[in-house]
């Protein structure tokens, strides 16, 4: 079974510029979530989705991060404009429905603001 | 207080050494625990979860759940350099909340 594929592996960018990151959930799994991991921190939810509606948005930054999942399989997650805060892994993980202890997670995005 | 607590370390234990790695928390109603472990550039990989309290046994690993004391604790028997990672407690209401990770070094 592939795992969760997330691209970049790294990103760079000035405070103020914008970036999104992309992930594919497995094949199947309609249930996606992006954590935001800050350096020697536990994951924080940010979204999670449930084939293409939003179930839990209640972390999310709106005024700055937004995330799509347009067609029920993968998803964008998008900063703009980015803060010097907003470094970190995102990691993108995916879970069938009802499957309540446990996520499959992708490597991340490691992101770096400057 | 924060929702789960967990030591972040480092730990520093000799080849074949037990391990104990716990976590506290404050919420009652968390029903499942897990544990998780990453590994440094990789996202985190379920290592074994637990239902309620009790015990759980997977080859090496022993994962505890006390749900009186509100305290959960992982062990690894005959660590190995390869167990070298960030070990992750993580439990369940509506969402998953995580701790800090515990970084634990297993010296050859």
């Known amino acids: 079974e592939a795992g969760v594929a997330q691209s970049p592996r790294y990103k760079i960018i000035e405070k103020r510029q914008s970036v999104a990151f992309w992930c594919n959930p497995i094949?199947?799994?309609?249930?996606l979530y992006w954590y935001q991991q800050i350096l020697g921190q536990g994951p924080k939810l940010l979204i999670q989705f449930q084939n293409n509606g939003v179930v839990d948005d209640s972390q999310l930054p709106k005024d700055r991060f937004s995330a799509e999942r347009l067609k029920g399989v993968d998803s964008t997650l998008k900063i703009q404009p980015a803060k010097l805060e907003d470094s970190a892994v995102y990691l993108c993980?995916?879970?069938?429905?009802?499957?309540?202890?446990?996520?499959?997670f992708g490597s991340g995005t490691r992101l770096t603001v400057v | 207080q924060k929702e789960v607590e967990q030591d972040p370390g480092p730990l520093s234990v000799p080849e074949g050494a037990i391990v104990s790695l716990n976590c506290t928390y404050s919420?009652?109603?968390?029903?499942?625990f897990m544990w998780y472990r990453q590994y440094s550039r990789k996202g985190p990989e379920l290592l074994m979860y637990?239902?309620?309290?009790g015990n759980k046994e997977d080859g090496r690993f022993t994962a505890q759940v006390d749900k009186s004391s509100k305290y959960i604790s992982l062990f690894i028997r005959d660590s190995q350099p390869s167990d070298s990672a960030t070990y992750l407690c993580?439990?369940?209401?509506?969402?998953?909340?995580f701790g800090k990770g515990t970084r634990l070094h297993i010296l050859p």
């Open positions: 094949s199947g799994h309609a249930t």
């Open positions: 993580a439990m369940r209401d509506d969402k998953i909340i």
């Open positions: 993980a995916s879970s069938l429905v009802g499957r309540d202890y446990g996520y499959t």
């Open positions: 919420n009652s109603a968390f029903q499942y």
């Open positions: 637990t239902y309620s309290s």
